[in-house]
């Protein structure tokens, strides 16, 4: 049976999209980009980090869960959105600790990325320097809770892509974190550095040991062109 095909609008702009596509998946293909951090294409999207908000027929839904539908009047580069998603990125940055001069991500770091392509140069809100530990036990592989931001990437990626469970949420509220499947560090989890799970983290709170640098800085993903151009040249 044919695929049904949906038009609706984003920004005034037509798109069309199948049938059982979220708003992302449609724009994606139609070469409009709408910012998110959580949401990753392996992964079932679920909402959580709602910098993907866009006004659908005037009420906010995140981009990456809502179906498309025939019809649809959405609205995603209005000032009051990308308002908003500043304010979810200024709070991202200063709920951590995130030093990207001295961070290997930088570059590639989807947080700074967003960060730029939102014109952000520094934080409003003040600065929270939580205390939060490192986990360097891994041979291959650390975990820098300075720099998580709680997408749960990590998380879905070594449960569902994985087949494993070495990375889940506890806690609630200030005190939320990443914890790993083992009784105290990641040594002790069968996590292996061929895992997906190491390759989603969209900041530098998952990183590869042994090779630090590889690419120079000024010549980065990010470096060379704003996150999202990969899905705007497609227009
Ligand atoms: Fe949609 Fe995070 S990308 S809520």
Known sequence: MAEQTITFTIDGVEVKGKAGQTIMQAADE??????????????????????????????????CTQPATEGMVVESETEEIQKHRRN??????????????????????????????????????????????LDASHPDIFIDHNRCILCGRCVQASRDLDGKTVFEFVNRGTEKK??????????????????????????????????????PVGRRLYDTEPIGSDIEKKN
Do not use: W
């Open 30 to 63: 139609a070469g409009v980009y709408i910012p998110r951090l959580c949401a990753f294409k392996d992964l079932t999207p679920h909402g959580s980090c709602r910098v993907c908000v866009v006004l659908v027929n005037g009420r906010p839904q995140a981009s």
């Open 88 to 133: 979810i990125i200024d709070m991202l940055f200063v709920e951590g600790n995130h030093f990207c001069m001295f961070c290997e991500k930088s570059g590639n770091c989807e947080l700074q990325a967003q960060a730029y392509r939102l014109g952000i140069c520094a934080p409003k809100y003040p600065y929270q320097f939580p205390v939060r530990d």
């Open 178 to 215: 990443i914890a790993v499947n083992a009784e105290a560090k990641l040594a002790d989890t069968d996590i292996d550095i061929s895992d997906k799970a190491c390759d989603v983290c969209p900041v530098g709170a998952i990183i590869k040991k042994h090779i630090g640098f590889a690419t």
